[in-house]
């Protein structure tokens, strides 16, 4: 168990629909990444959050955003959905200093109909 | 521009032998690389890493070697287990605007064989 929850696990909705995914980081970890997994691809790097402000940016649609709350969780919102936004979304944060790795939850796999 | 490859999509291994996963980069700035497995329905799991300012990490029957250089990393498991059938990823790490950004490969799926 990585210590990061990942809610829901499944979701399936239709085209054009908005939904949101949440995640809580480990206990201590100030650092939310946001990663897309499409069909066996690689991670796909979105966006990151640190103690509530956003840190960087990746390969993130416009129809897309997330945020990070003051209890550090962070939720990922995708609105406007297409058929291609069907994918595996993770969730994983770091403690954010050198050299240390990022702790994956399990993932939210959303299906676009 | 994939800054991070692994160009075998799959491998197969006998058990007990060894099992050597391959990662080519190309950006000069990573500076921390880590090895993740990933099993069905499961989120990546963190399995080894290496700083930049070493060559070679050892963790049980994981090893990880670091060329410079050749901006290649590898990872050894030996004796590879039926258990250790899974997807594995490398990724690197480089500091960038007061944080770190982690670039990760597509991913060699393994399979060791009974």
């Known amino acids: 168990d990585s210590g990061v929850t990942q809610t829901p696990k499944h979701l399936i909705t239709a085209t054009g629909q908005r939904v949101t995914l949440r995640c809580s980081p480990r206990?201590?970890?100030?650092?939310v990444y946001w990663y897309q997994q499409s069909l066996d691809q690689g991670l796909q790097f979105l966006i990151q959050?640190?103690?509530?402000?956003?840190?960087a940016k990746g390969n993130i649609l416009e129809r897309f955003s997330a945020q990070q709350f003051p209890d550090l969780h962070s939720e990922l919102n995708l609105s406007s959905l297409e058929l291609g936004d069907s994918a595996l979304y993770f969730c994983?944060?770091?403690?954010?200093?050198?050299?240390?790795?990022?702790?994956f939850g399990n993932g939210t796999r959303l299906t676009v109909t | 521009d994939q800054q991070v490859k692994q160009n075998s999509p799959s491998l197969s291994v006998q058990e007990g032998r060894i099992s050597i996963l391959n990662c080519d980069y190309t950006n000069s700035m990573f500076d921390y690389f880590l090895w993740y497995k990933k099993y069905p329905a499961e989120g990546p799991t963190f399995l080894i890493s290496i700083s930049s300012i070493k060559d070679k990490n050892e963790d049980g029957r994981f090893t990880v070697f670091l060329n410079k250089s050749a901006k290649h990393l590898s990872l050894h498991i030996v004796p590879s287990q039926p258990g250790d059938s899974a997807v594995y990823f490398c990724a690197a790490s480089a500091p960038t605007s007061g944080t770190y950004k982690y670039i990760f490969g597509t991913g060699t799926r393994l399979k060791v064989l009974a």
């Open positions: 206990s201590g970890d100030l650092s």
């Open positions: 994983a944060s770091s403690e954010d200093v050198i050299d240390s790795p990022l702790h």
């Open positions: 959050y640190y103690n509530g402000e956003e840190r």
